[in-house]
């Protein structure tokens, strides 16, 4: 930004001096005086022509007329602003505030990731603890007859709404990657 501000500076000042004689020049029609002394007649005033021409997209009718009604050597100056600051510089600047944006997006993306793996360890304690209560002998193993029998313990737990959703994904996940999956515990139907 520092630079594209340094290019209009420098391109205001030139247009301001070198448009300064067509000003004083008391031969010159008086309406097309006073439009080259609005847009170009000071520093302020040709700065903010430039910074109109750059981000305005209005170049058209701020460069036409300096070539109608002074001089077309203008056209020097103008196709090489608008070529190498208008369209190269503001690309440029374009393509860092993206590129700046792209990995703000990237940087959220894994923070979701980040997220989502500490809610999946979150999960996986909280059936551990549920297993765990429901796991009778203490060694581990739970059979499909202690699922289906409705002991306190299971009844317990599958009265719990996290639970039942706990269950039911682990059913759907079992069933994606097993072509013949056993059905979902009664007490927790």
Known sequence: ???????????????????????????????????????????????????EITFAGNWPTKARPVLDKVSHAFVVFFVLYITLIVFAVIRVVTAVFLKDTLEAAQNDAELQMVNQMRKKAEYIKRLERAFTSIDAGGNGMITEERLIDPSPAIMRLASQPQNRCAMISLT??????????????????
């Open 172 to 189: 759907y996940s079992h069933r994606r990657m097993a072509a013949d999956p056993p059905p979902l515990p009664p007490a927790f139907i």
């Open 1 to 51: 930004m520092v630079l594209l501000l340094v290019f209009m500076s420098a391109g205001s000042l030139a247009m301001g001096n070198l448009l300064q004689e067509f000003i004083a020049t008391d031969s010159n029609v008086l309406e097309d005086r006073e439009w080259i002394w609005i847009h170009y007649g000071t520093a302020y005033r040709s700065l903010y022509t430039l910074y």
